[in-house]
């Protein structure tokens, strides 16, 4: 119960956020557009990586944004978001959860996706609040994730 309160509030607070600093018309269009990945990197992300190792990649590519945004570093941004769209392409490997979650973990995982492309489009036209607000999104998106991972680790013990 206490998980879906604190995703309610995560949600509110990002659509809230995304109206003032977005383009408003983008957020509530019914166009959907597929997540730009480039075909050259692709290979990359065909290993049959371990959980462990897709958690620490994430990781070292999110300090990288925050080092990006905080010295303004577009190109480092840019690059850091496509390396964490990369990385997410596949479920790791070990995974060893019920259906209900893998569905679960498969919405955080898109929502992670979609928010590292829009993150890179705004690194890309060096707009640093926007980029900001997607790299907060993320970190939000990962916190979620891990909630909803551990609650129900603990409710099945």
Not at 140 to 154: G, K, N, P, V
């Amino acid at each position: 119960m206490r998980f879906r309160a604190n995703l309610l509030i995560v949600g509110l607070v990002v659509i809230v956020t995304c109206a003032v600093y977005c383009d408003k018309d983008a957020l509530f269009s019914d166009e959907v557009t597929p997540i730009p990945v480039r075909d050259e990197n692709r290979r990359s992300a065909e290993k049959d990586p371990k959980a462990k190792d897709v958690m620490a990649a994430k990781l070292d590519h999110a300090e990288q944004i925050l080092a990006g945004l905080v010295t303004h570093d577009f190109e480092k941004i840019a690059r850091s978001a496509e390396s964490l769209k990369l990385v997410s392409l596949k479920h790791p490997s070990g995974w060893k959860k019920e259906t209900d979650d893998k569905d679960v973990y498969e919405h955080f995982r898109m929502e992670f996706m979609r928010q590292a492309a829009r993150l890179e489009r705004e690194a890309n036209n060096r707009n640093l609040a926007g980029a900001a607000y997607f790299q907060q999104s993320l970190t939000a998106t990962c916190i979620a994730c891990h909630d909803y991972m551990r609650d129900e680790d603990l409710k099945s013990k």
